[in-house]
């Protein structure tokens, strides 16, 4: 057995989950239980909001040690301990609001327990009712709550122009209906680095699983990064290994690869 890894850390939709149905491979399952009997902590590194988690009852088939969440943003244990957290300048959202106005934009603003939006359209229709979230007063939330991201509903040619109108934040996409919206600096790798640094490892003791174009930077920062079988063109190039598509039991069949099961 690999005796150097410590943590593994894996993104939720389209690494762990199935795209649609949201559940996860039985050979995936009994993968991470093989791999937490050979004393390798596993953590959830997703873009989504601790909100999000209790509507994907897959992930309950796994004691996870620890969550990165919001993209890097906020990072607790199993616990509930909080290991590290990072919310955008309220200042910038203030400027941000006229422009998202003006233009009748979509936007989904994350705090640690609350997703709403500005407006629902029908970019964001779907993914709202799925979450069961709805509108709220905007200006009144930034004023009493730390916003971690954003969720975005635009296309790519809109970015650019919303990053001038929301300074010190960055774009990562794992979707093609949507960006998450960061401080900059922020990104996975914060949360994998937050992570190590609680039990004294170092990022060479890490392996790391994703498929989006907001794993790029994890797969490049872990010292295994591995990009499944169905992932963008970018994380497969991040990535030192390849493995099989989601469905063609990928995870199991990386994690062998490097001998950690």
């Known amino acids: 057995m690999n005796k150097h890894i410590r943590a593994a850390f894996f993104d939720i939709d389209g690494t762990l989950l199935l795209f649609g149905s949201h559940e996860m491979p039985d050979s995936t399952v009994q993968a991470l239980h093989a791999l937490q009997a050979n004393g390798v902590k596993i953590f959830i590194a997703t873009g989504r909001p601790p909100v999000h988690l209790p509507h994907l009852p ?9 969550y ?7 990072c607790f244990m199993a616990d509930g ?3 590290y957290s990072k919310y955008i300048d309220p200042a910038a959202l203030r400027t941000l609001l006229p422009y998202i106005e003006k233009e009748k934009l979509s936007i989904g603003f994350v705090e640690k327990d609350n997703c709403y939006f500005n407006l629902i359209d029908e970019r964001s229709a779907n ?3 799925e979450l069961g979230q709805g509108t709220a007063d905007i200006a009144a939330r930034i004023a009493q709550n730390p ?10 040619n809109y970015e650019e122009e919303f990053l001038r109108r929301c300074p010190g934040c960055l774009a990562v996409r794992w979707s093609p209906d949507f960006a998450d919206i960061l401080p900059e600096g922020g990104g996975k790798p914060n ?3 937050a992570m190590l640094k609680h039990f004294g490892w170092t990022r060479d003791e890490a392996i790391a699983f994703g498929d989006g174009g907001n794993d790029v930077a994890m797969l490049e920062y872990a010292g295994i990064g591995v990009a499944m079988g169905n992932a963008c063109d970018d994380a497969k190039a991040a990535a030192d290994y390849v493995t099989t598509d989601i469905d063609k039991d990928g995870i199991a069949k990386a994690l062998r690869h490097f001998g950690l099961v």
């Open 68 to 74: 990165v969440t919001m993209n890097g943003q906020y």
């Open 191 to 193: 949360g994998l680095a």
């Open 58 to 66: 897959a992930l309950q088939k796994v004691n996870w040690d620890g």
């Open 127 to 129: 993914f709202a009712k």
């Open 147 to 156: 916003i971690y991201q954003l969720s975005a509903f635009l296309p790519d």
């Open 81 to 83: 301990e909080v290991i």
